[in-house]
């Protein structure tokens, strides 16, 4: 039979190995980069009036 020490210390590998087995196994499979736009849209682009030179 196993001491109460050993039964202990494999409860916590166990606990240790399955915390978090979700998010583990979907950083596994989609990364942990965010998506980003392949071609992002174009800003809107504002003309402004040139000013123009003062001459003196």
Known sequence: MASNTH???IKREQRKRNAGKERKRRER?????PPFPIHP??????KTPKKKKKEE
């Open 29 to 33: 499979n989609q990364g942990t980069t």
């Open 7 to 9: 039964k202990l210390k």
């Open 41 to 46: 849209p174009e800003p809107a682009v504002v």
